[in-house]
């Protein structure tokens, strides 16, 4: 597993779906061998 700490921009970018930042914040939301801590 991944740890990985989410900067606020990372969601943002995430959430307005647009172009190739959106597409890789995306790609590390869904990635399966990230853990997500806070």
Known sequence: MIR???DAGV???AARG??????????????PNREFET
């Not at 190739?20 to 914040?25: F, G, K, L, N, S």
């Open 11 to 13: 969601l943002i970018a």
């Open 4 to 6: 990985t700490f989410i």
């Open 18 to 31: 647009v172009g190739i930042v959106a597409e890789r914040a995306l790609t590390i939301l869904e990635d």
